[in-house]
């Protein structure tokens, strides 16, 4: 289905003026600070040098006061503390900073992340039975998980074990009785509520490092928290958090450490996955979070956490072996289940009837459907819910699409639930089999009241028409200042038009190069999945602006977004 192209608006009076006023700024440049917020001179140099100087006080948080004391007695105890984390990436890179950082002080600390399979997400009374009988902590400290975990915080407590939390999903009513419950979340519009759950915990290390410098301990001010910016940075990114304010600083700062790692696991993961050149954002969701997701998905979470504490290159290198074979095999078991699921789906497809998609099959994996699901919202631009049966049962992830609430959805349908829960964009949810039926054709009644008079037209949004020779190096300078890229704070796109095709190729039969000018200035391009649009004459073409480094030689190139025959 080919996408309506939306030029977004722009005041361009505004950033006429930008562009007169700042030294070295390009006049697309200018456009996109205007574009992003940007009313004056000074708040575009702020937007554009963001600097860690600039991060607010840790103790602004809820009860990090409280988390700071427990802790450091805990320390200065030599008590055994345990950091309990969560299977995804942000859970994964959260857990390994809190363990740096506490055995960099002295710290008696261990790990322990639950299994998706066998005891699900959270700090439950389930897992908290198996992380003490591993660990036999005094202390837990949770990241990215714990605000709700209210019977498990009680069960810790009468075992004689206090619970730090740290977390940034929203309070759902009751808020578990810890030691500390350090949740942005918990204060309305907090400042640091944008924050994924890595950066909480990076907020109470900061705390932690302040304070013992602040009582002169002379182990506290030996640690150097730059060195776990590159944690904070790739799951910042994964987890789909906003990328303004501070998380924009400390993504810029991560990706600054992630060239020259203090922790061997990443440059392993690097080679792995054939990384050489200058990393961008898009690195960490496409390239670190889907092979430190696979562990968890269809491996062991905890193969991804000990990648990130082995201080030995080569048993990183084995690890990371372990979570390449992981993702090759997420990716062939998704492969399959998209495949299956586009055929069923296919056979009875109605745009004028089929709002909202509900597909469910025996033994499909519960570790990859959610990602199935986006895969067929991409393709059809409708809220879809995949569910994977087994037996009596199945567990479903739900994915939807701006204008329409999942999660509204789900409460149309509570009563064929056995659970769900999520929020606007992407839920998760149990459902009985011999209900699937019932849940389908509601879910989909519910959508289709919703969006039956809503244009459902893929539509690509661009941020500035450009000239080709307005493609240069100073905008991809510039570009790299305004970054970094991601929710909420997206990456660029530009247009060109009435541009000729000076070379053509597919590559790997399904990747379309593309070598383009305008009679005077002349540039390569990659369209990733777009053989089929190979074109026969001008083209108009929607791209972002990357570096692409081959050989040793650095160049630019577009990465099309789409292509339409000149108008």
């Not at 860690?52 to 409280?66: C, I, N, V």
């Not at 008696?108 to 439950?124: C, E, F, K, Q, W």
């Not at 910016?229 to 992630?258: C, K, Y």
Request: aromatic share 6%; hydrophobic share 40%; proline share 4%.
């Amino acid at each position: 289905m080919p996408k309506q192209w939306k030029f977004k608006p722009c005041d361009e009076a505004l950033a006429e003026e930008l562009f007169q006023t700042l030294e070295n700024l390009s006049r697309p440049l200018a456009a996109l600070l205007t574009q992003r917020g940007c009313k004056t001179a000074d708040e575009a140099r702020e937007f554009m040098n963001t600097a860690l100087s600039g991060l607010s006080d840790p103790f602004d948080l809820p009860d990090m006061d409280k988390a700071v004391e427990r802790i450091r007695r805990a320390l200065s105890g030599g008590e055994r503390i345990t950091v309990f984390g969560d299977y995804d990436a942000d859970g994964v890179c959260s857990t390994a900073l809190m363990v740096r950082v506490l055995r960099e002080m002295g710290g008696n600390v261990s790990a322990y992340i639950p299994s998706r399979h066998d005891t699900g997400y959270g700090l439950s009374p389930e897992a908290l039975v198996t992380c003490v009988e591993q660990n036999s902590p005094s202390l837990i400290v949770t990241v990215d998980c714990g605000t709700s975990s209210v019977e498990a915080v009680d069960a810790a407590r009468e075992q004689g074990i206090d619970v730090v939390i740290t977390d940034h999903h929203e309070p759902g009513g009751v808020v578990a009785d810890a030691v500390a419950v350090v949740n942005p979340k918990r204060v309305e519009n907090h400042p640091s509520s944008i924050l994924a759950g890595v950066g909480v915990a990076f907020k109470l290390c900061h705390a932690l490092v302040k304070a013992g410098r602040d009582a002169g301990c002379a182990v506290c001010a030996a640690v150097d928290l730059k060195n776990v910016l590159d944690f904070v940075a790739v799951a910042t990114v994964t987890d789909m958090v906003p990328l303004l304010g501070e998380n924009r600083v400390l993504v810029r700062a991560g990706f600054q450490s992630l060239e020259n790692p203090a922790c061997p696991g990443w440059n392993a993961l690097k080679r792995v996955a054939g990384l050489t050149g200058p990393l961008e954002t898009w690195h960490a969701g496409f390239t670190f979070g889907p092979r430190i997701n696979a562990a968890g998905r269809v491996g062991r979470a905890d193969a991804a956490l000990e990648l990130f504490l082995t201080d030995r290159p080569e048993r990183a290198d084995e690890l990371a072996q372990l979570l390449e074979e992981a993702n090759r095999e997420r990716q062939a078991i998704e492969k399959d289940i998209v495949k299956e699921a586009i055929d069923e789906i296919d056979a009875y497809f109605d745009e004028t009837k089929h709002f909202g998609l509900v597909i469910a099959r025996e033994g499909w994996h519960a570790g990859v459907i959610g990602i199935v699901a986006s895969r067929l919202v991409q393709r059809y631009h409708r809220p879809v819910a995949v569910v994977g049966l087994d037996g009596e049962s199945g567990r479903g992830s739900c994915r939807s699409i701006d204008g329409f609430s999942v999660l509204d959805g789900l409460n149309a349908c509570a009563d064929l639930l056995k659970q769900f829960g999520g929020h606007d964009m992407a839920a998760g949810l149990e459902v009985e089999t011999g209900h699937i039926d019932a849940f389908r054709e509601r879910f989909n009644a519910f959508a289709t009241e919703a969006l039956k008079d809503v244009d459902l037209s893929a539509v690509l949004e661009i941020d500035h028409a450009v000239e080709l020779a307005d493609v240069n190096d100073a905008l991809m300078d510039g570009l790299k200042r305004t970054g970094p890229f991601g929710q909420d704070n997206p990456e660029p796109i530009w247009a060109v038009m009435n541009l000729n095709v000076a070379d053509s190729r597919i590559l790997k039969e399904k990747h379309l190069k593309l070598t383009l000018t305008d009679g005077k200035t002349r540039i390569d391009s990659i369209g990733f999945n777009m053989a089929e649009k190979l074109p026969s004459g001008p083209i108009d073409a929607a791209f972002s602006l990357h570096e692409n480094t081959w050989n040793g030689r650095t160049s630019l190139q577009l990465n099309l977004k789409d292509i339409r025959p000149a108008e």
